[in-house]
């Protein structure tokens, strides 16, 4: 059975339990939870738990009340019980939003009948998860979308800036921890010699090579999980980046990110003391984070996604954005289509940038590309995938390797400027014509519509513009000579 199938046969069941009162957010927290005991007899950590918790005992039992006690003993009491940090995390504050105990045993049967491997008996269990995750952010009532970045786009930005072994990532606003783990699958996927590492390269991958921090707890819970089902022991933080604690988040070669959208409440602007322009915006506030928590060493980069706002505001808005096109080396900006979040009408961008090794000057222009105007409107019927990115990826990468531009973007740049522009989507803005707009980003958009089809007239339109200068000047002519004679 392939790992949608799965997925599909899992979420399905969360119809069968609405007359237990029981909402899809809390379906999936409830999944977690049984899914982990799965996870721990599967992979084989199931040491951790005590043997009268274990998934075994739960499949044999054939009382009903008494599994389902059990179970909510079990979430109670595990915490204290266990050895195991991650389950400490992941069971913190637990509790089952079931309140029959047929249901219970209902997903427990059916979890434990499904084939979690394909035929080339390759783990699909954190395909699933993912799976899971995306139907849960889909659901509008369940308010996940907040913290779901559609899978093509992180896949784009994790192929654009080619992690290598032995880099250290972060994510700041980690939601379920969907960009580190699209990180990790980019090095064994690209990395021929990746299984090859000796013992201490290996643990540096599994349990430090990537981390986040993430403030909402559900969504904490399900990070911690999506990493395990993974293969990954990241540290994921519950926590605020914006306080003093992500004073200590810095030193990393590189940086993924899709800040929450909004404003402190009420206006509250950030509790740590280290921003050079603190403000109530927290994209603002979160793209400040980002690019002084790179190394200063001219490699270190990052590609976050910002709404619109980040590009115009102006007071802090413009300082933040000054202060980001001297301390690193914006080369990029993707102005995403609408309709690919799940808060409808959000209009986004990516940011790409590469920290310098001085604190200033380090922007000398930088690459629009237009993905928003007039292009395919985004839903069920046309959905969004990898295809979408593929002239910006050529735009992008000019021919060369993600590899290649992780570490010499400058040199490329000048390649890149020495050819012409052929995709009327990409546009270059020097540094000095960004200055003379008030250091606002908010260019690189092509013509509607519209104005393009008059473009496309070409040489008739400036013929036109000419013959009305030409009887313009000959009727002042006209006007003047009349006047002349009286």
């Not at 001297?326 to 289509?337: A, E, Q, Y």
Request: overall charge negative; hydrophobic content about 35%; charged content about 30%.
């Amino acid at each position: 059975m392939s790992a949608d199938e799965i997925a599909n046969k899992l979420w399905n069941l969360c119809n069968v339990l609405r007359d237990d009162g029981v909402t899809y957010h809390e379906y999936l927290n409830e999944l977690t939870f049984i899914l982990f005991l799965k996870l721990s007899e599967v992979k084989g950590f199931d040491e951790h738990i005590p043997e009268r918790y274990r998934w075994a005992s739960f499949v044999k039992e054939t009382d009903n009340n008494e599994a389902f006690q059990r179970y909510r003993s079990f979430l109670a009491e595990i915490s204290n019980e266990t050895t195991s940090a991650s389950i400490k995390e992941i069971y913190a504050n637990a509790s089952t939003s079931l309140s029959k105990p047929v249901n219970f045993n209902t997903l427990v049967q059916a979890i434990d009948k499904l084939d979690w491997y394909e035929e080339s008996d390759r783990d699909v269990m954190g395909d699933i998860y993912e799976s899971l995750l995306e139907k849960n952010a889909g659901e509008k009532k369940s308010g996940a979308g907040q913290y779901f970045t559609p899978r093509p786009l992180i896949n784009v930005m994790v192929e654009l800036l080619a992690p290598q072994v032995g880099e250290r990532w972060n994510d700041p606003a980690a939601g379920t921890f969907g960009f580190m783990i699209a990180a990790d699958e980019y090095l064994r996927d690209k990395n021929d010699d990746y299984f090859e590492l000796d013992d201490k390269q290996r643990k540096f991958q599994v349990e430090k090579a990537f981390s986040g921090v993430e403030l909402v707890g559900d969504a904490h819970r399900l990070a911690l999980m999506n990493a395990r089902l993974h293969g990954m022991e990241s540290e994921i933080i519950r926590g605020d980046t914006l306080t003093e604690m992500g004073k200590n988040l810095n030193g990393y070669d590189g940086v993924l990110a899709n800040p929450p959208f909004g404003t402190k409440k009420g206006g509250e602007r950030p509790t740590r003391d280290d921003f050079t322009y603190p403000t109530s915006n927290k994209q603002l506030n979160f793209l400040q984070h980002i690019y002084r928590s790179l190394k200063k060493d001219g490699k270190a980069r990052a590609a976050v996604v910002l709404p619109d706002n980040v590009l115009f505001e102006d007071g802090d808005g413009q300082k933040i954005r000054r202060d980001l096109m001297d301390k690193c080396n914006l080369h990029t900006i993707l102005r995403l289509p609408t309709g690919i979040f799940y808060a409808a009408g959000v209009k986004t961008n990516v940011l790409f940038f590469t920290r310098g090794t001085s604190e200033t000057k380090n922007t000398k222009g930088i690459w629009f590309y237009d993905m928003r105007t007039n292009a395919p409107k985004y839903g069920k019927r046309t959905p969004f995938t990898r295809t979408a990115f593929g002239e910006f990826i050529t735009a992008y990468t000019g021919g060369i390797t993600a590899d290649k531009l992780a570490t010499d973007y400058d040199g490329i740049v000048e390649d890149r400027l020495r050819e012409k522009l052929k995709d009327p989507r990409l546009s270059y803005i020097t540094r000095e014509v960004i200055a003379s707009k008030n250091d606002s980003l908010d260019l690189g958009l092509i013509a509607d519509d519209s104005i393009s089809k008059a473009e496309d007239l070409g040489e008739p339109i400036d013929i036109a513009k000419e013959a009305l200068t030409e009887l313009s000047t000959i009727t002042k002519q006209l006007e003047a000579m009349i006047k002349e004679l009286g």
